[in-house]
């Protein structure tokens, strides 16, 4: 993750041409997310299908891959960004917002060999201290998943531990082990 430049305002930064892979800020400077390798790329599909087949159908909710999303000074980029179907992003006519501006309900972040896994647990941190309801830490390394939620220590979740999402998607818990199943594609 190189840092691209520093002293830029949050609006100059949101005035920048889009580049591949994302911008990213935060506490005034300017980083770039690291390209994501195939078993990020499969999680984050795994996660997506999974949640929006369940939460699409009843309108409960929507997962987004690599939506920006722009709160509390920072605009970030996670990696799948959940919102109640109340809350999806949109303009006045109805359609969905160019641009987003509030915190997702849950805010997923997948851990690529090059990240450092502490960066993105400060990340997740500052998701539930800035109005993120969950957040969750995947790394497919060591096939955990850490659960942040607000005013709660952070959960380790292994093996046959769920994920638990049902304060946003009723009816999802995802067993760990079977999220990383996925990545054998027997």
């Known amino acids: 993750m190189a840092i691209a430049q520093r002293g830029l305002t949050l609006a100059e930064f949101l005035d920048l041409p889009a580049e591949e892979p994302a911008l990213e800020y935060e506490y005034g400077r300017v980083i770039q997310k690291v390209s994501p390798k195939i078993h990020h790329s499969r999680i984050q599909k795994e996660l997506l299908e999974r949640l929006n087949r369940l939460a699409e159908p ?13 709160f509390g000074g920072h605009s970030y980029v996670p990696d799948i960004a959940v919102f109640r179907w109340a809350r999806i992003p949109r303009d006045e006519t109805g359609q969905l917002a160019a641009d987003c501006f ?28 800035n109005g993120v309801g969950i957040a969750l830490l995947v790394d497919p390394a060591d096939e955990s998943v850490l659960m942040f939620r607000p005013n709660q220590p952070p959960r380790a979740l292994r093996g046959a531990d769920r994920i638990d999402l049902t304060d946003v998607v009723p009816r999802f818990r995802l067993p760990v082990q079977e999220l990383f199943a996925s990545l054998r594609m027997n």
Request: glycine letters at 0%; one cysteine or more; hydrophobic letters at 40%.
């Open 102 to 129: 509030d915190p997702p309900d849950v805010a997923i972040e997948i851990a690529s060999p090059e990240q450092s896994v502490n960066f993105l647990t400060r990340r997740c941190v500052w998701y539930v201290e």
């Open 58 to 70: 009843r309108k409960i909710a929507s997962a987004f891959p690599e939506l920006r999303a722009t």
